[in-house]
């Protein structure tokens, strides 16, 4: 017995089958995803044109995100070289974000000035070239404060290494600027000694020739005082009343070169310790800059390590360059350049027909005028 009613199982494989509305959106009212469209903003596209062509809509959000990878990179980049100067987190933050956002702005525009359609490959690779020599110049920049921070111990232990050598060179320098005087000083103070020790000598040979002959061991061999004794004594005596004076100035003198030695030494020594401070407080980007390049120049583990960093970062730099320059053709290229080309037609239709309206009115001016004259 044949029957017109469905069979429920049938009803409900209809009701899971897509439909044509499903397709063309006219059965469910589908939201497009708007989480693509910063990324877009960030590739330099024109969002109405990419949004009708849906196979370029990941290759852009992917050249977008490879823009936004490059703005971190500079604001950390940025912030860092800051930091390590000032030592100052609002500084640091804010050099960070305007910094980012200038080559964030940089990297966009360069982008979104490339143009795939209707250019041939090596045209592209010529235009490219300056592009791609500014990235580089762009991805050493940044490059170069995010290796110092990665190598920041190492880069610690060489900066107190290169320190040392600094603090020796100074005191051999300021060992010899002051090398003249202290050499004169102690040259002057020698003399006066040799000086002083003589005096000395013979007033002490006096002396003991004398106190020789009162006792008995003297040249007489006679115990006690006698005419010779006392001669010896008076020699004694007058020599210790004439070098007295000098044996004074000579003391004096002395002194006074010990205080000018004294004076030297003190000055370098202050001059040390300031330096020694100096250095000690001063230890800025340039200095582990050069530390670094130090590290490099030893190790050639640290070499290689730091070229593969600044490659790899120089590579994300140029990244979206070299993105848009190997992607194909596609259908946002030829619908951009169609809005192009017909903005383009459309500007010099208008000029051409403002110049037309200017001659047709000086036409009639012109034929006015002939009327007017006859």
């Known amino acids: 017995m044949a029957s017109n009613e469905k069979d429920p199982r049938d009803t409900g494989q209809a009701e899971n089958l897509y439909t044509y509305d499903s397709f ?24 109405d044109i990419l949004k009708d062509c849906p196979s370029e809509q990941s290759k852009y959000a992917g050249l977008g995100g490879v823009i936004l990878a490059t703005f971190v990179l500079a604001s950390l980049s940025a912030g860092w070289a800051v930091y390590s100067v000032f030592n100052n987190t609002f500084w640091a933050v804010g050099f960070a974000l305007v910094w980012g956002l200038i080559i964030f702005n940089f990297d966009r525009f360069l982008v979104s000035t490339m143009r795939k359609y209707g250019v041939s490959r090596t045209k592209q690779i010529w235009m490219a070239v300056p592009r791609i020599a500014l990235a580089l110049l762009i991805g050493v920049t940044i490059a170069r404060p995010l290796e110092l921070k990665i190598f920041e111990k190492e880069i ?28 004169t000083a102690q040259q002057e103070r020698q003399r006066l000694l040799n000086r002083k020790s003589s005096l000395e000598d ?55 070169q010990d ?25 800025g980007f340039l200095e582990k800059n050069k530390a670094l390049s130090d590290l490099s120049a030893k190790e050639s583990s640290v070499f290689w390590a730091n070229c593969l960093l600044s490659l790899l970062i120089i590579l994300i730099e140029i990244g979206p360059i070299l993105s848009k320059l190997i992607m194909n053709v596609g259908p946002y290229d030829v619908a951009l350049a169609k809005t192009e080309l017909l903005q383009m037609a459309r500007a010099e239709d208008e000029m051409r027909s403002e110049k037309e309206q200017i001659q047709d009115k000086a036409a ?11």
């Open 24 to 47: 063309t959106g006219q059965g469910s009212a589908r939201k497009k995803p708007t989480d693509r469209h910063f990324l877009w903003w960030c590739a330099g596209a024109y969002q």
């Open 156 to 183: 610690d232990v060489q900066v107190t290494e290169n320190r040392h050598k600094k603090i020796l060179q100074n005191d051999s320098l300021l060992l010899a600027e002051g090398q003249n005087s202290l050499s």
């Open 202 to 256: 013979t007033l002490h040979q006096l002396q003991q020739a004398y106190v020789h002959e009162a006792d008995g061991t003297g040249g007489s061999q006679r115990r006690g005082i006698d005419k010779l004794t006392k001669l010896k004594e008076a020699a004694y005596l007058s020599a210790l009343q004439q070098y007295s004076p000098e044996l004074q100035q000579l003391q004096t003198t002395i002194h006074y």
């Open 259 to 283: 205080s000018i030695i004294a004076e030297v030494h003190a000055g370098k020594e202050a001059k040390s310790r300031g330096y020694e401070q100096q250095v000690t407080a001063d230890v």
């Open 364 to 374: 009639r001016r012109r034929k006015e005028r002939y009327d007017h004259a006859s």
